[in-house]
């Protein structure tokens, strides 16, 4: 049976927080943009949740002098950021992201071992090339989680409740064909996000100049489609997870 904790909402809506939830982030910054709402949420809620941040973003620097800096200010970045959210962090530290058996097969066994009750990944349209070799990456991994022992699953298998796409500012979901999206409502979390963003991610501020124009227009869409001020929106995967957990 499922690790489950049920709380009664207001209006009497029962629903299941996760115990474990699993982000993968093809780059630090990521996990804040696209789900740093639902994030928050669900800490408060009672998850635990591990980030997986594929690659330290080494080209997240605007202007040619910073080139050099730039490793350890993402890497400085990302420890500020672990001591303000209570999430664990695991740095893949890939310095390109092919796609390739050793990475599948990482990626595999970090699901295994970690169990998440819900995974949230980037899209495979994504037009970032890492967030979309990711999405496939951990698509796979997902698929030998759930249908068989392959990269040493013996007595390891795990299948979570619920798998779902993140939007991005390289993947607006307006452009995807999907008529089922999931919005989660973050109008209480919002400032909190954003805060956090600019606290955090200093280096990023020219890089990503129009990334919280794009995050607060986007919240504002998906928050008037579920009658809030705020929302992130998410795309179920269900072609071998089925779908015993909702966000909200």
Not at 30 to 38: H, M, Q
Not at 41 to 53: A, R
Not at 83 to 104: D, G, H, M, P, Q
Not at 191 to 220: G, H, M, P
């Amino acid at each position: 049976m499922p690790e489950k904790r049920f709380i009664i909402c207001e209006d009497d809506v029962p629903i299941v927080v996760p115990k474990r939830i699993m982000v993968f982030a093809g780059h630090p910054d990521d996990e804040i943009v696209s789900c740093g709402g639902t994030l928050l949420k669900y800490l408060e809620m009672g998850s635990e949740i591990c980030v997986v941040v594929a690659t330290a973003g080494l080209g997240g620097y605007a202007k040619k002098e910073q080139e050099d800096t730039i490793s350890t200010q993402r890497e400085n970045e990302l420890k500020k950021l672990s001591e303000i959210l209570r999430c664990e962090f695991i740095e893949l530290e890939y310095t390109s992201l092919e796609i390739n058996r050793s990475k599948i097969s990482h990626i595999t066994n970090l699901i295994r071992d970690y169990k998440p009750h819900l995974i949230l990944i980037p899209h495979h349209t994504d037009f970032h090339r890492v967030h979309r070799n990711l999405s496939f990456i951990s698509r796979e991994a997902i698929y030998h989680c759930c249908t068989g022992k392959a990269y040493g699953g013996h007595e390891r298998s795990w299948i979570p409740y619920g798998v779902y796409y993140y939007e991005s500012p390289s993947c607006k979901f307006q452009y995807i064909e999907s008529s089922v999206f999931i919005i989660v409502d973050i109008e209480e979390y919002w400032e909190k996000k954003k805060e956090i963003f600019n606290q955090v991610y200093v280096s990023q501020k020219e890089v990503l100049s129009r990334v919280l124009d794009w995050a607060e227009d986007t919240a504002i869409l998906r928050g008037n489609e579920i009658n809030s001020k705020y929302g992130e929106g998410y795309i179920p995967e269900t072609t071998y997870v089925p779908l015993r957990i909702l966000l909200v």
